[in-house]
């Protein structure tokens, strides 16, 4: 065969190998639609859309496969000693792994989305500390790995099996002598018009002229599941990249010791009066204490609810009888509710970050860096409230070896940290991947509580999280009767009453303990709140503040509505100065980047929400709502230097040190 003739054949081959690309890479995304079709209203537009803007966003990563095809096949097929076997050969096995790819990653990214309703985002890089075997149980428990693994496997043979018969029979061969100048043009010419194509839509990108990004479809008049299939496990996966940079704030130590100390200063408003300028940066966090507003408690207990949303404590929602156990505690006398609270992130880890360290961990993770297990952060709880004289326990209904919590926590000051299978707690036998039911985990805890010795301690639930797999009838969840007060189009979601039936388990039992705790120990302090808002994506809730708000509950003797104001607003940050301003002495030196409730504290804000007294709204867009009843007091605003502050000094902290320059 001549050079001509064998240019030809691989021209097409190559052409061939674009267009199986192309096919199977829009496959993967339709796959994902069908078998993640119930987070999706189905609607035809919307489908249109998912293929039209799929197909540009594929376009963009095409050249990825074709040039490895290129560069493996091609080529190489071009020597004169080059076999048409070997070449076939080698074409399907490039191919075939092509597909494995493909179909792997494909479904990586569909089960990612099943547990955080997103593809691929800056937490994927978070699994490099993770115990990758907890991983796999995690998984396995919801999509058995004997399913999946041969699953994966036959549908990429089935595509070798259809690329190795068009390998072999798609090419057309012209009749006649193509040995000339002709052939060789035309072959030629089907080389350089994808070529020609894709430096188009180089210049595209590079230039003004609008292109297709993760950015730009996130703006898309589409649901947000459409937005999530349109995006390719390449441009999923650059998503995630640029995620993590923003959210790990680069930047930051580039800026001038000048900048820094103004962003610090911005902490607390004494510090721009006074003209106060420090090198170590903990110094800006450093607070006195107004004097005690209750009795030194003999327990502190920080319940922290696995998703432990708001929207069912309120009175719109009373009818489905969810959170009585809660709302009865909030009707006793010794009890404040600060409805306008937010959660630090979506995420469970994420809300240890301020509970534990005082760090805000937006766009940053103590969790997961070196600083945390160096030193102690002047901000966290536990050495604080051993200055209080107060020993310090975590108690967590997992493994410690779940996002390095075990080893965050102790680092960070605790005295005892107690997980499943720990001395007192429940056995491993009462474990499902995520946690054990938390009746087992609030008995523990009752059963191996200090009598003489006062506690903080900071519990965190599991039972309220996938896999829902509590018998709630047998726990008496009156279920016919929640179904029937739902509203009619919810009422045959299974699925939602089951979820929603483990939220009213958790709060059975989380008011049980309280109950119980209060008998037992009768001067304890109790602070309820939750990790995150639920994750369900269909419920019957509606608005900024339903959807995403926590409660911030505190009971206890002495407490009462009165010591917040009545505009309070906070977040999990505002947790530990509210606790030590509610049981210090006057003069108490403490750290704290937030403000305390008691004082007054106007706004907070989580990864994705801002608030105020009187609006909510997403920090990556303009969109705003006003709360369903305003929380009296002024209007105040959103403090988007404040927040940079907070973000400014938890990076520059966990990443750099104490200091702003070196002493």
Known sequence: MSMSQRFFRESQRLILSGLFFAFLMMAIRLFFVLLRHKFWTFSLPELWAIIYYGSWIDWRYLHVPVVSFFILVTLPALFPFSTNRFIHRLSIAVVGLWALFFVLVGGIRAIYYGYFRSSFNQFIFQARTEDPWLILATVNHDYPLWII????????????????????????????????????????????????????????????????????????PVSPFAREAILNDFESFARAQELYKTYWRDGIEDMPPEMLREQFIRLQPRLSQNGEIYNNIELYARREARGALIEKPSHVFIIIGEAYSQWPLLDKYSAYHLADGMKSLIAERETAWVKPFVANSTYTSAALIPIISGLTGVRTSPLHEPESYRSLYSTSLAPQMTKLGYQSHFWYGGPGNWEQVRPFVLAQGFTNFHGVGDPGMP???????????????FDSILATLPDNQPTVNVILTTSNHAPFNIDLDKEGFPRENFRAALPPEWQKEDELINQLGHFWYADREMTRFIRETRQKHPGSLFIITGDHPDRITRKPVEGFFEWETIPFIVQGPGISQTLFPIDTVGGQINLIPTLIELIAPQGFTYYSIAPSLTEGSYRAFSSQYWITNWEMGKRSTEEAQSHPNRFGGTQKFRDTDWEEATLTYTWWRINKGKYIENP
């Open 149 to 220: 693994v041969p699953a994966i496997l036959m549908i990429s043979l089935f595509l070798f099996w259809v690329w190795h018969y068009l390998d072999r029979d798609a090419f057309i061969y012209w009749p006649g002598a193509y040995y000339g100048k002709t052939s060789a043009g035309l072959s030629a010419l089907c080389l350089l018009v994808p070529v020609f194509f894709y430096g188009n839509m180089v210049y595209a990108r590079e230039s003004e002229k609008p292109t297709f990004t993760w950015e730009t479809i996130d703006i898309l």
């Open 427 to 441: 056995t491993a036998e009462k474990l499902s991947y995520w946690g054990v039911p938390d009746k087992y985990l």
